[in-house]
């Protein structure tokens, strides 16, 4: 059997940054709430712009995009994804839910949903707070959210990385809009 051959960058049909969030508008945003790896929060960026997410909310301790090593990881979704800073989480998400946004926390609590059985409505906005590498998303964020889903493991440890984690629901996510027809 001959291996595949690689698609070209036209045949990628990727848009240009200055384009982006004018054709990305799915109804995802992400929150970072106190992220602290840069290196984190660049392939979240990364992982974000190839599934369409339409902003990022840096929050806290959560670096900003003029940091090198966000840079290095994103490349160039950081140019791409339109995000901003707020040293408040709880105030971005008081705003998004005053546009009528749900608030998802990627965390395992004692009422999460797991990812496996939880329906994203097909019209509905969704904001997904994603939380530090030790601590996960603060006590005080969380009784704000809406909801709070988890993803299920098997193995011994009890947590994904979180630019791994963000990557599996973005993708549960983007499959759900994929098969409403809703991207």
């Not at 965390?107 to 994203?120: G, R, V």
């Amino acid at each position: 059997m001959e291996l595949s051959v690689k698609k070209t960058m036209p045949e990628l049909n990727r848009l240009p940054n200055e384009q982006y969030a004018a054709v990305h508008t799915n109804g995802l945003v992400l929150i970072l709430d106190n992220v602290r790896s840069a290196f984190n929060v660049g392939s979240i960026f990364r992982t974000g712009d190839g599934f369409g997410v339409s902003h990022v909310y840096l929050c806290g301790i959560t670096c900003q995009t003029g940091n090198r090593e966000l840079q290095k990881t994103a490349l160039g979704a950081e140019i791409s994804v339109p995000s901003t800073y707020s040293e408040s989480t709880l105030e971005v998400i008081e705003r998004l839910k005053q546009e009528y946004f749900i608030i998802l926390a990627l965390e395992q609590t004692k009422d999460s949903h797991s990812l496996a059985n939880y329906t994203f409505t097909p019209q509905g906005k969704y904001a997904l707070v994603l939380g530090n590498e030790v601590e996960g998303v603060s006590e005080e964020v969380l009784k704000t959210c809406d909801d709070c889903i988890e993803i299920p493991q098997i193995g011994s440890k009890h947590s994904l990385n979180v630019a791994n984690a963000t990557s599996i629901v973005l993708w549960e996510f983007y499959k759900s809009r994929e098969n409403a027809n809703t991207i």
